[in-house]
């Protein structure tokens, strides 16, 4: 039987016997988008991220169903994407759904790319996330992530999940 340890405003702990796990209290679950431009370029964030006490390198991300009305998790790729990079697709397509950390919370992340990808001329990215985001040609990609790891940035494994569902469905 399941039973709430703690309730904050975005999360919850419950417990299962003896296994605790995480909660959202919101949000329906989680979106990634792989997203190239034209010119063979990864749109890449950085942003702090207080659980690991440092900055983190990946691909644009968010929650579906945050907000006061519901969201399909389409929607709301498209939408993180512009919001953390300034860039927008023409459209977006999901690759795959599968848990984020099945041994420390329930979410669930969905995969998309997104596709016709173009710079929006006069964006502002949200300045409440202090997000950086990063364009890198694809050919640089491997050299300038072990870059900023040398940096002492950590680097999001779904980069690489991402690149090989793409791939796995016939190209990015």
């Known amino acids: 039987?399941?039973?709430e340890l703690y309730a904050g405003r975005h999360l919850k702990l419950l417990a299962d016997g003896p296994w605790e796990f995480a909660q959202r209290t919101r949000a329906l679950g989680g979106v990634v988008i792989l997203a190239f431009t034209s010119r063979d370029e990864l749109l890449l964030v950085e942003q702090f991220r207080p659980p690991v006490g440092r900055r983190v390198i990946s691909l644009p991300a968010g929650l579906t169903?945050?907000?006061?009305?519901?969201?399909?998790?389409?929607?709301?790729?498209?939408?993180?994407?512009?919001?953390?990079?300034?860039?927008?697709?023409?459209n977006v397509r999901e690759l795959a759904i599968g848990p984020?950390?099945?041994?420390?919370?329930?979410?669930?992340?969905?995969?998309?790319?997104?596709?016709?990808?173009?710079k929006i001329e006069g964006a502002v990215i949200d300045p409440g996330e202090e997000i950086t985001p990063h364009v890198v040609p694809r050919e640089e990609l491997p050299a300038?992530?072990?870059?900023?790891?040398k940096e002492g940035l950590l680097i999001d494994y779904k980069i690489y999940a991402a690149l090989y569902l793409a791939e796995r469905e016939g190209g990015s």
């Open 1 to 3: 039987m399941v039973r």
């Open 144 to 149: 300038w992530l072990r870059a900023r790891e």
């Open 100 to 118: 984020s950390s099945p041994g420390l919370t329930s979410e669930m992340m969905t995969f998309f790319h997104a596709r016709g990808v173009e």
């Open 65 to 90: 169903g945050d907000g006061d009305a519901p969201e399909d998790s389409a929607v709301s790729a498209a939408r993180e994407l512009e919001e953390e990079t300034g860039y927008r697709a023409q």
